[in-house]
């Protein structure tokens, strides 16, 4: 057949790897099995309903009758954050190694401090002051006004330029614009400094025992905010 003519194709040059992932549309669901060194897809399965882990299993276990019809071995899988991916490896693959996939540890972690950023503008929301209608009246009315207006162009920077403190690289003109949107918020600066331990521990250049410092310099500053 020839789609047993392509897995013999496939199998030829299987790396041993393989990256797994669902695409949703609609009611409609494509389960995605890929070779993760070579980017070649090996597999795939198209569902007619959310899928469960039942569904996972089952296609994890077509994938294993023919790797192992072709005398090749799994070596690791890659996927994303979903919970239904581990106990279907664990009970179709046995103790191989799973890891997430870092576009989507990368993904949640920077949803995160987007999300810490929607805070700081919402608590600086909650400071704008109370102003009856009409011109300000007098020395104090006229100061709640510049606060007023001060604030409210603060939050809409922040808000325009958010992008600064998740991008990965920085222009010139992007750190003039986190200067300025964090300046009397260092709560700001501490988020782009968590982006950059996140970014700098998934530096493939990185060995082990450099990544593991990384990784405890970044515990630090989480602690220091709740992203």
């Known amino acids: 057949m020839v789609q047993n003519g392509y897995l013999d194709v496939v199998f030829s040059t299987f790396s041993g790897y393989i990256a797994v992932d669902e695409l949703y549309d609609g009611d409609t669901t494509l389960l995605s099995l890929v070779d993760n060194r070579n980017h070649r897809r090996i597999m795939f399965e198209i569902l007619d309903h959310t899928p469960?882990?039942?569904d996972i299993?089952?296609?994890?276990?077509?994938?294993?009758?023919e790797m192992e019809n072709?005398?090749?071995?799994?070596?690791?899988?890659?996927?994303?954050?979903?919970?239904?991916?581990?106990?279907?490896?664990?009970?179709?693959f046995g103790p191989v190694p799973h890891q997430i996939c870092v576009f989507h540890v990368l993904k949640e972690i920077n949803k995160a401090i987007l999300k810490a950023v929607a805070q700081v503008r919402r608590d600086l929301g909650k400071e704008l002051p109370k102003m009856p209608r009409g011109r300000p009246?007098?020395?104090?009315?006229?100061?709640?006004?510049?606060?007023?207006?001060?604030?409210?162009?603060?939050?809409?920077d922040?808000?325009?330029y958010r992008h600064v403190i998740v991008a990965r690289h920085l222009s010139a003109e992007d750190?003039?614009?986190?200067?300025?949107i964090s300046?009397?918020?260092?709560?700001?600066?501490?988020?782009?400094?968590?982006?950059?331990?996140v970014y700098r521990l998934f530096d493939r250049r990185c060995l082990m025992t450099t990544a593991q410092k990384k990784l405890g310099k970044l515990r630090k500053h989480l602690y220091s905010v709740n992203v």
Do not use: M
Not at 175 to 180: D, E, H, I, V
């Open 175 to 180: 750190q003039k614009n986190l200067a300025r």
């Open 183 to 197: 300046r009397g918020l260092p709560i700001l600066r501490t988020l782009r400094t968590i982006a950059d331990d």
């Open 137 to 156: 009246k007098g020395k104090e009315g006229r100061q709640a006004a510049r606060k007023k207006s001060r604030l409210e162009h603060k939050i809409a």
């Open 57 to 65: 299993i089952t296609f994890f276990k077509r994938f294993k009758r």
């Open 70 to 92: 072709r005398g090749c071995r799994l070596l690791g899988v890659t996927t994303d954050g979903s919970p239904l991916y581990p106990e279907a490896i664990r009970q179709v």
């Open 52 to 54: 469960k882990q039942a």
């Open 158 to 160: 922040i808000f325009k």
